[in-house]
C-alpha cells in the first residue's frame, strides 16, 4: 500500500539547501572552465534530470537522449548562468524547454510504431519480484491519471525536492499558482488512494 511521504524535518530542509549550495557552487566553478567541478555538477543532477524528463514524456525511450540533450545544452550555456537561483532549479528548467522541443519535433515527424507497443514491451522488460515493485507501478499510474501541469508541480515538489518557489520559476508561472497545482495534486491523489483502500461491494 503506498502511503503519503511524512514531512520533511528541519534537518532534512538544511541538508537539501546544502546539497543545492554545493551544486551551485560546482555550477559556478565548472562555468569558470573547472573540469572537475563540470563533472561533479553533471553527477550530482543527473538523477533528478533523468526523473524529471521521463515524467515529462511519453516514450521511455527518449529519456536518456533527452537527458543528454539538457546536458549538451547547459554546458553551451553554462557561461550565462550566474548564480542568482540554485543550479538544479536551473538545469530542471533547461530540461523542461528540451523537452518542449522534443515533443515538437516528434508531433511534427509521422510516427514510426505505437506507443502502447512500446510501454508494453518496457513493462514486460522490468524485473517485478522487487521489493516496491507493485507499488512503484501503482505510484505512476496515480500520477499520469493528473493533469499535466498539477502532475508536472507535484513532481518538481517532491522528486528532486525543489523549493516552491524554485519549482515555479522552472514551470514558468507564479508561486501562488504552483502552490495550487501541488494542492489539487496532493487532493486528488489522496482521493484516488482513498478509493482504491475501499472494500469492493459485491453487486
Known amino acids: 500500500m503506498i502511503t503519503s511521504a511524512p514531512p520533511a524535518s528541519h534537518g532534512q530542509t538544511e541538508k537539501a539547501a546544502s546539497v543545492d549550495e554545493s551544486i551551485t557552487a ?22 533528478d534530470v533523468q526523473r524529471y524528463v521521463a515524467h515529462l514524456c511519453a516514450d521511455p525511450q527518449v ?11 547547459a554546458l553551451r550555456s553554462l557561461h550565462r548562468f550566474e548564480g542568482r537561483s540554485s543550479a538544479r532549479s536551473w538545469l530542471l528548467s533547461v530540461a523542461r524547454r528540451a523537452a518542449i522541443d522534443s ?11 505505437d506507443v502502447p507497443d512500446w510501454q508494453v514491451a518496457v513493462e514486460r522488460s522490468q524485473p517485478q519480484d522487487l521489493p516496491g515493485f507493485d507499488d512503484g507501478v501503482a505510484l505512476l ?17 517532491e522528486l528532486p525536492g525543489l523549493p516552491y518557489a ?30 482504491a483502500d475501499e472494500p469492493a461491494v459485491p453487486a
Open 141 to 157: 499510474d496515480l500520477l499520469a491519471s493528473l493533469p499535466g501541469e498539477r502532475r508536472e508541480a507535484f513532481i518538481l515538489t
Open 26 to 47: 560546482w555550477a559556478l566553478a565548472a562555468r569558470g572552465g573547472d573540469a572537475e567541478a563540470v563533472e561533479q555538477f553533471m553527477r550530482a543532477v543527473h538523477r
Open 63 to 73: 529519456v536518456d537522449d533527452l537527458a543528454q540533450d539538457t546536458f549538451l545544452r
Open 103 to 113: 515533443y515538437r519535433y516528434s508531433s511534427a515527424r509521422p510516427r514510426l510504431s
Open 166 to 195: 524554485e519549482a515555479a520559476e522552472v514551470s514558468d508561472c507564479p508561486v501562488g499558482t504552483l502552490r495550487s497545482r501541488v494542492s489539487r495534486a496532493r487532493a486528488t491523489l489522496m482521493d484516488l488512494l482513498d478509493e
